[in-house]
């Protein structure tokens, strides 16, 4: 029995099974039909992710209904235009702040850029430069971490618990969130926490 070889087509990938029957002593058409079929490959698609999309196209959440976000004894229920405007004035407070952030950011680079202590630079200049740049960075850890309350209390209205103080669970008082929107904690909770 005459071994045969089949040689494969340029740029065609031959199988471990192909291969094998291109080797095997059985004469042609007596392979045996468990072989594999040829697998045709599959097409892969780039899937658009949340992070990618920008803001005009990313899809809307859906947050929970105005009523049902907690509020004192006495007040009346958010309404769906009073939780619509201050979702409006968080986002655009959200916009504002990356603003800022970015150009805190590009201030700090050109301060650390041109802050040494090189030639034509005296104490006084080196010891200014630190200041600006010690200032910018105060501003931009201050955005950051206003930006972080902002989009921490968005999420909150998104699943529902915007209003509850995190520290007792109680109502924080729809006046002092119209007030201070980015409020986690109720007038009592936050007097206690000030007073550590």
């Known amino acids: 029995m005459a071994t045969s070889a089949k040689k494969s087509a340029p740029g065609k990938r031959t199988t471990a099974a192909e291969k094998s029957a291109a ?7 007596t392979a045996d039909s468990t072989t594999p079929a040829k697998k045709t490959p599959t097409k892969r698609v780039a899937m658009k992710t949340n992070e990618n999309r920008t803001p ?4 809307a959440k859906s947050p929970k209904k105005a009523e049902n976000l907690t509020v004192r004894d006495g007040e009346t229920p958010w309404t769906p235009a009073e939780l619509t405007e201050l979702r409006t004035e968080l986002e655009a407070d959200v916009v504002h702040l990356k603003e800022e952030i970015r150009d805190a950011e590009k201030e700090i680079v050109g301060l650390l850029r041109d802050g040494g202590d090189g030639a034509g630079n005296d104490q006084a200049d080196v010891g200014s430069t630190t200041l600006e740049r010690d200032h910018e960075m105060s501003l931009a850890n201050n955005a950051r971490d206003m930006l972080d309350q902002i989009e921490r209390a968005l999420a909150r209205i998104d699943d529902g618990t915007y209003g509850v103080c995190e520290s007792c669970g109680k109502a924080i008082g729809k006046g002092r969130l119209q007030a201070f929107p980015r409020a986690t904690l109720c007038v009592s909770c936050k007097e206690r926490e000030e007073r550590r």
């Open 56 to 59: 005009a196209t990313a899809p």
């Open 23 to 29: 080797t095997s002593t059985e004469p042609a058409g």
